[in-house]
């Protein structure tokens, strides 16, 4: 028997095309939820309430000092024995988000520690409403630098979606594995498995590069 049989990748593909759509989903879903949480968390820190800000400091310690499957496993098979019952699908999904949020919150807090204490002053000075000076002012200023740090992670999240097999998600990983596993061929379909995973990471970082090519151009060279 051959190493490396082509028709048995042209039969593979169909099935890997399908996990890696899932896949993607899964990554740009779970990314769209860290964003925006990974914010919220950031700002909840910056509160003046020194309670709220303990608290939310706590959170996301516990968040990231915890195993991404083990919150995988919680939800999924432990949620379900006190009546919190979710389905695979937004538990996988949801807890890529969640987990990478915390992550993410500390480079958004890096960004924004980093903005110059004036422009605070400024602001304070000019009596600008508190949620004006978030958004026109301090985040333009403090995202731009931090796109990198934020693509890193996109790429970390996908490469991390194969953890959604443990829950009976298909993605591509887990395709690969089962087609394999029924034809006992497995040279074809991880070596292709891996292709996709180094051109979507490729790919990924350079569209992060041109982002933030773009961003540093708005908001610093005009």
């Known amino acids: 028997m051959s190493i490396w049989d082509w028709s048995y990748v042209w039969e593979a593909f169909p099935y890997l095309y399908r996990g890696a759509i899932v ?3 899964a ?3 779970g990314f769209v939820i860290a964003l925006v949480l990974g914010l919220i968390f950031a700002l909840i820190r910056q509160s003046s309430n020194r309670y709220v800000s303990m608290a ?5 310690e516990f968040i990231r000092s915890t195993p991404l499957l083990l919150q995988v496993f919680f939800i999924y098979f432990v949620g379900p024995q006190v009546g919190i019952v979710i389905p695979a699908w937004t538990v996988g999904v949801g807890m890529l988000g969640i987990h990478y949020a915390a992550y993410i919150s500390e480079v958004y807090r890096g960004g924004i520690e980093d903005v110059d204490g004036g422009q605070w002053e400024a602001c304070t000075a000019l009596n600008l409403p508190r949620r004006r000076t978030w958004r026109a002012i301090i985040l333009p200023q403090a995202i731009p ?11 970390s999240m996908f490469k991390d979606t194969p953890i959604l097999a443990a829950i009976s998600i298909l993605e591509m990983l887990q395709q690969a594995r089962n087609l394999g596993a029924s ?4 040279t074809e379909v991880i070596t292709m498995a891996g292709f996709f995973y180094l051109v ?8 992060v590069q041109s982002v933030s090519v ?3 151009r708005r908001y610093h060279l005009q």
């Open 23 to 25: 896949t993607i989903q």
């Open 27 to 29: 990554t740009l879903l």
């Open 56 to 60: 939310m400091t706590e959170i996301v």
């Open 145 to 155: 630098p931090i796109v990198p740090s934020l693509g890193n992670y996109l790429v």
């Open 183 to 186: 034809n006992y061929r497995f």
């Open 200 to 207: 979507f990471s490729l790919v990924a970082s350079a569209i």
């Open 214 to 216: 773009w961003l540093h």
